[in-house]
């Protein structure tokens, strides 16, 4: 029988019709706690900016708040988005994460600016750090700065950065493309590819990125998490009437909408336009929805056609207690042909 998959949890702190953005983080918090009591191995916090119907732009500041309300599950970025910051101010803030929460803490890296290029500009001050490609740059001082290898001539080199005496966490690159897979895999890195951005080529990123891996201090493997959109609802049935909100989300996403999710009763109705309407079958590539075993057979081919024994879910629904419901039935469904989903803790 196959090892069982680990299950994990990417969050954006979705701000749904009817809620306010305070009520949305807290309801991150609140799925963070029954995550933890549902075997979940990790729970990661996004970065996006200017867009209404997320609430998560510091992950930072949400992944103390999600640390500070558990006490087993791993808890990390996905991702703080590095052109965004400086090198030098992620290791510190993420040092000092880890000193409050030792062995608890992920980070997760991208090099998308999670908005608009309008909005990117606002956070990186100048149109020459909005054009820069210079994100191996950006990661290799990053890495020198945690392990303190810069040469002795590097001006960076005399920069201690405070709290030390603890360890390193854990850095994953995030990706929807071959480019982050090969730099995650030459750095020695662990690597978690975005399926629900790009459903398309995730087995053959993730192959090559086993594939090129290099042993390092981080990681000795390679280790490898498939990020995807997931609806789990009693039955099928039920899982497609839920499913509208979703198909409204995505649809929104691509015309660069950023309000709250919609009612269901607001999805429901919703008239979609003959290109809409293909728009909305394609956007369908991006999510397993389903009952339990429905969700679970398919995720387990999935996990199994990527090469990866990790599902990151993220579950986005028109209520807190739809998704909360998804997470408890992906929790409790059986997965064919394995001992089932593989119950872990901070040190697993």
């Not at 002795?152 to 493309?177: E, K, M, N, Q």
């Not at 607001?266 to 590539?285: G, I, K, S």
Request: glycine share 8%.
């Amino acid at each position: 029988m196959t090892r069982p998959l680990k299950l994990s949890i990417l969050d954006v702190s979705p701000v749904h019709a009817g809620i306010t953005p305070a009520e949305a983080l807290g309801n991150t918090v609140d799925l963070a706690q029954r995550a933890e009591a549902l075997g979940y191995h990790r729970y990661w916090l996004a970065e996006h900016h200017n867009t209404e119907g997320i609430a998560s732009s510091v992950p930072e500041v949400m992944i103390a708040q999600v640390a500070n309300a558990t006490s087993t599950l791993r808890v990390g970025s996905g991702g703080v988005m590095l052109p965004n910051h400086s090198p030098l101010k992620v290791v510190e803030t993420f040092r000092v994460l880890e000193t409050l929460h030792p062995g608890r803490i992920d980070l997760g890296i991208g090099r998308a600016p999670g908005t608009d290029m309008v909005t990117a500009l606002a956070l990186r001050r100048s149109r020459a750090a909005l054009t820069a490609d210079d994100f191996p740059q950006q990661l290799a001082e990053l890495l020198a700065f945690f392990y303190g290898t810069f040469p002795d001539d590097h001006p960076f080199r005399s920069i201690t950065p405070v709290p030390g005496g603890t360890a390193v966490p854990p850095i994953y690159l995030l990706g929807s493309s071959e480019f982050s897979g090969r730099l995650a895999a030459q750095a020695g890195l662990g690597f978690a590819f975005a399926r629900h951005i790009s459903p398309g080529p995730a087995a053959h990123v993730l192959s090559s990125y086993r594939d090129e891996f290099r042993p390092s201090a981080a990681f000795r493997e390679p280790s490898g998490i498939m990020a995807i959109s997931v609806l789990v609802a009693e039955t099928d049935e039920r899982a497609e009437e839920l499913a509208a909100s979703l198909d409204l989300m995505w649809l929104r996403i691509g015309n660069g909408t950023r309000g709250p999710a919609a009612t269901l009763k607001e999805a429901q109705a919703y008239e979609y336009t003959p290109a809409e309407e293909n728009q909305r079958q394609l956007n369908r590539n991006r999510s397993v929805i389903g009952s339990p075993e429905t969700v679970a057979a398919r995720l387990d081919a999935l996990a199994e056609e990527c090469g990866v024994d990790e599902v990151m879910a993220m579950t986005i629904t028109h209520d807190h207690a739809t998704r909360v419901r998804s997470y408890e039935l992906l929790a409790e469904a059986p997965v064919p042909g394995r001992s089932g989903w593989r119950r872990v803790g901070s040190n697993s």
